[in-house]
């Protein structure tokens, strides 16, 4: 009955009440929803998978940065440098050691995890704004790092090749078989993040970005929640970069710019700060526009030749900046918002209150 | 209610908590805040810190806290130096405090606010948090079931899930007290609990903070300007003008205390 009826739904013990998956409806929904994802790439093609493997992989990356940000309060423009990190120490254990990828990308994750405690450090001095400036000194040292003084066992930026990972004889060499390590390693980190934020950790970080003083006052070690927070930030950066790395099997230092590290921040905004499904509709919503745009400024060029540059170049950047303008002007809390509102309106069907 | 019972008879058992403050000095530059300040609290007693504006019975709270170092003198708790520590240190010896402009986590709900305060118990570690089923759940469950009986005292029911952010000004006063309840201290600091409300907030107010003296045993300094307030509900009241202590006694003590009525109402002359 609860499908029909959602408002008649309650809870009876405290286990119930914190639950995420409550009713049978839900049970159901998760279900299928886990199948379809499982039958993605057997029913479209390349392109569409491709897409949605590269959502799944940035998606790990901006929920780190969801973590840092949307709950600890620390801003953060050094993502796509710890997502570096990840990718090179991933890449090298493989190309260069021949290490097994499911060796391969814990080790890179820990890597990036460690270097994100690294930059951390100053966190026990300064916060907000000048925080930022800190891991802007990762996002502008680590790719400079990686492309000269490190060239020799990362290739500089001559790109490092990374072979295919392998698991008991299947070579996964296509967007259709990354799509089966990808979506469960994205599926699994994103229900850890929201464990993550429930329990006692995510709070103490909440606690941490409404009211350090308050915090501090009630018996939360700030300076030791902040690196934990910037650990785990990296460690969700250094998968992203080592999966990346699998991705694409080829990796350069420019993939890795100061740009990326805000686009990241502009699609946490857009899916709403501090919240777990927040940061996957923002990474799909900007992604797949994106792809779009680009399809739209390719079809327009060809009937308008003479303005064919700017609509294949312009208009992905041009209308991600409305985007995000828009978003901050109309729906500040992002889409993770509206999603609440919806939720709450089936919630409460048949009444209105 | 339960675990309030439980902690009045564990407290039986337990020694008197006790806060002896010796001699303190606290300066900010040229300013001297308080000085040569001396006082005891412990006995289970209410005592109220009361004062003129920028008397220092905040600063004074405030060093208690570990958030000033005052640059003389010694604070202990239970015999245990307690200056120089650093806040979330001292909240784990115990002491927990309200703010007068209540500086709750305006993002979470009323229940995620107490559970915030439960930190020193629960102890979240990172593994168990990420897998919570199993350990971590059960973990949050117990504390849960704490926080749900402070809920309970303080008649915070209806508003369990609303975000803080969301309430009126005398529901988060409440809020505020509940998570300094949800701590468990051995000794409860208040600053301004009564400001801003109105007759009937002020009796339910008064109303927690004797319960909470009478059930849990522990002491509760009180800084109120409520003057009604202060003479009714506590045990002792300590007069600050300055800086200086400049009367400690009982209620009607300090109500016919000469150079109390002179801080207060100015020389005769």
Request: aromatic fraction near 10%; charged fraction near 20%.
């Given at each position: 009955?609860?499908?029909?009826?959602?408002?008649?739904?309650?809870?009876?013990?405290?286990?119930?009440?914190?639950?995420?998956?409550?009713?049978?409806?839900?049970?159901?929904?998760?279900?299928?929803?886990?199948?379809?994802?499982?039958?993605?790439?057997?029913?479209?093609?390349?392109?569409?998978?491709?897409?949605?493997?590269?959502?799944?992989?940035?998606?790990?990356?901006?929920?780190?940065?969801?973590?840092?940000?949307?709950?600890?309060?620390?801003?953060?423009?050094?993502?796509?440098?710890?997502?570096c990190?990840?990718?090179?120490?991933?890449?090298?254990?493989?190309?260069?050691?021949n290490?097994?990828?499911?060796?391969?990308?814990?080790?890179?994750?820990?890597?990036?995890?460690?270097?994100?405690?690294?930059?951390?450090?100053p966190?026990?001095?300064?916060?907000?704004?000048?925080?930022?400036?800190?891991?802007?000194?990762?996002?502008?040292?680590?790719?400079a790092?990686?492309?000269?003084p490190?060239?020799?066992?990362?290739n500089?930026?001559?790109?490092?090749r990374?072979p295919?990972?392998?698991?008991?004889?299947?070579?996964?060499?296509?967007?259709?078989?990354?799509?089966?390590?990808?979506?469960?390693?994205?599926?699994?980190?994103v229900?850890?993040?929201?464990?993550?934020?429930?329990?006692?950790?995510?709070?103490?970080?909440?606690?941490?970005?409404?009211?350090?003083l308050?915090?501090?006052?009630?018996?939360?070690?700030?300076?030791?929640?902040?690196?934990?927070?910037?650990?785990?930030?990296?460690?969700?950066?250094?998968?992203?970069?080592?999966?990346?790395?699998?991705?694409?099997r080829?990796?350069?230092?420019?993939?890795?710019?100061?740009?990326e590290?805000?686009?990241?921040?502009?699609?946490?905004?857009?899916?709403?700060?501090?919240?777990?499904?927040?940061?996957?509709?923002?990474?799909?919503?900007?992604l797949?526009?994106?792809?779009?745009?680009?399809?739209?400024?390719?079809?327009?060029?060809?009937?308008?030749?003479?303005?064919?540059?700017?609509f294949?170049?312009?208009?992905?950047?041009?209308?991600?900046?409305?985007?995000i303008?828009?978003?901050?002007?109309?729906?500040?809390?992002?889409?993770?918002?509206?999603?609440?509102?919806?939720?709450?309106?089936?919630?409460?069907?048949?009444?209105?209150? | 209610?339960?675990?309030?019972?439980?902690?009045?008879?564990?407290?039986k058992?337990?020694?008197?908590?006790?806060?002896?403050?010796?001699?303190m000095?606290?300066?900010?530059?040229?300013?001297?805040?308080?000085?040569?300040?001396?006082?005891?609290?412990?006995q289970?007693?209410?005592?109220?810190?009361?004062?003129?504006?920028?008397?220092?019975?905040?600063?004074?709270?405030?060093c208690?806290?570990?958030?000033?170092?005052?640059?003389?003198?010694?604070?202990?708790?239970?015999?245990?130096?307690?200056?120089?520590?650093?806040?979330?240190?001292?909240?784990?010896?115990?002491?927990s405090?309200?703010?007068?402009?209540?500086?709750?986590?305006?993002?979470?709900?009323?229940?995620?606010?107490?559970?915030?305060?439960?930190?020193?118990?629960?102890?979240?570690?990172?593994?168990?948090?990420?897998?919570?089923?199993?350990?971590?759940?059960?973990?949050?469950?117990k504390?849960?079931?704490?926080?749900?009986?402070?809920?309970?005292?303080?008649?915070?029911?209806?508003?369990?899930?609303?975000?803080?952010?969301?309430?009126?000004?005398?529901?988060?006063?409440?809020?505020?007290?509940?998570?300094?309840?949800?701590?468990?201290?051995?000794?409860?600091?208040?600053?301004?609990?009564?400001?801003?409300?109105?007759?009937?907030?002020?009796?339910?107010?008064?109303?927690?903070?004797?319960?909470?003296?009478?059930?849990?045993?522990i002491?509760?300094?009180?800084?109120?300007?409520?003057?009604?307030?202060?003479?009714?509900?506590?045990?002792?009241?300590?007069?600050?003008?300055?800086?200086?202590?400049?009367?400690?006694?009982?209620?009607?003590?300090?109500?016919?205390?000469?150079?109390v009525?002179?801080?207060?109402?100015g020389?005769?002359?």
């Amino acid at each position: 009955m609860g499908a029909y009826c959602p408002c008649g739904t309650r809870n009876f013990n405290y286990k119930k009440d914190m639950a995420i998956v409550r009713t049978p409806f839900h049970w159901a929904a998760l279900v299928i929803l886990l199948l379809l994802l499982f039958l993605f790439p057997t029913f479209f093609g390349g392109v569409l998978v491709n897409l949605v493997n590269e959502i799944a992989i940035i998606t790990l990356a901006v929920m780190g940065l969801n973590i840092l940000t949307g709950l600890c309060g620390q801003i953060s423009l050094g993502q796509s440098a710890f997502m570096c990190v990840g990718a090179y120490t991933t890449g090298i254990l493989a190309a260069t050691y021949n290490i097994h990828f499911l060796v391969a990308l814990p080790c890179g994750a820990l890597g990036a995890g460690i270097i994100g405690l690294v930059f951390g450090l100053p966190s026990v001095k300064i916060k907000g704004f000048y925080i930022a400036m800190a891991t802007l000194a990762a996002q502008f040292i680590i790719p400079a790092l990686i492309a000269t003084p490190l060239e020799f066992i990362t290739n500089g930026s001559n790109s490092l090749r990374i072979p295919s990972p392998e698991l008991g004889g299947i070579v996964f060499n296509s967007p259709q078989s990354m799509f089966y390590i990808i979506i469960p390693i994205t599926v699994i980190m994103v229900f850890f993040a929201e464990n993550l934020t429930r329990t006692g950790i995510g709070r103490a970080f909440v606690a941490i970005r409404d009211d350090d003083l308050a915090a501090d006052v009630m018996g939360i070690d700030i300076f030791r929640y902040k690196l934990l927070a910037f650990f785990v930030c990296a460690v969700y950066a250094g998968m992203a970069g080592g999966l990346w790395a699998y991705w694409l099997r080829s990796i350069n230092p420019d993939h890795f710019h100061l740009h990326e590290s805000i686009k990241f921040l502009g699609m946490l905004v857009v899916g709403g700060m501090g919240s777990i499904p927040g940061a996957v509709f923002g990474v799909s919503f900007l992604l797949f526009m994106d792809y779009f745009v680009r399809e739209f400024g390719m079809q327009m060029s060809t009937f308008f030749p003479m303005w064919a540059p700017a609509f294949q170049q312009a208009s992905v950047p041009l209308l991600y900046g409305l985007v995000i303008v828009l978003f901050l002007i109309f729906e500040p809390r992002g889409l993770a918002h509206r999603w609440t509102v919806l939720k709450s309106s089936y919630r409460l069907r048949p009444f209105s209150y | 209610m339960n675990d309030l019972v439980k902690n009045k008879e564990k407290d039986k058992l337990a020694k008197d908590d006790r806060l002896e403050v010796n001699n303190m000095e606290l300066r900010f530059g040229g300013v001297t805040a308080l000085s040569r300040l001396s006082y005891d609290i412990g006995q289970s007693q209410i005592t109220a810190i009361i004062g003129p504006n920028g008397a220092g019975k905040t600063s004074n709270l405030n060093c208690i806290n570990g958030f000033y170092q005052p640059q003389r003198g010694e604070i202990s708790f239970n015999d245990k130096k307690i200056n120089g520590l650093p806040p979330y240190k001292i909240a784990q010896l115990g002491i927990s405090r309200t703010f007068q402009n209540m500086q709750l986590y305006t993002g979470l709900s009323t229940v995620d606010n107490l559970m915030a305060a439960r930190h020193i118990h629960l102890r979240p570690k990172l593994l168990a948090s990420c897998l919570y089923y199993g350990w971590g759940r059960n973990k949050e469950i117990k504390h849960r079931e704490i926080v749900e009986e402070i809920i309970d005292f303080l008649e915070m029911e209806p508003i369990r899930h609303k975000i803080v952010g969301s309430l009126p000004y005398g529901e988060r006063k409440r809020v505020d007290l509940g998570r300094a309840l949800a701590l468990e201290p051995r000794l409860l600091l208040l600053d301004e609990p009564m400001a801003g409300m109105n007759v009937e907030e002020k009796e339910d107010m008064a109303r927690f903070i004797i319960d909470i003296n009478e059930l849990r045993k522990i002491p509760i300094v009180l800084v109120e300007h409520d003057m009604g307030v202060v003479m009714d509900i506590c045990d002792k009241v300590i007069v600050l003008d300055f800086g200086v202590k400049v009367a400690e006694g009982s209620p009607e003590e300090i109500k016919t205390n000469p150079d109390v009525i002179r801080v207060y109402l100015g020389d005769e002359g």
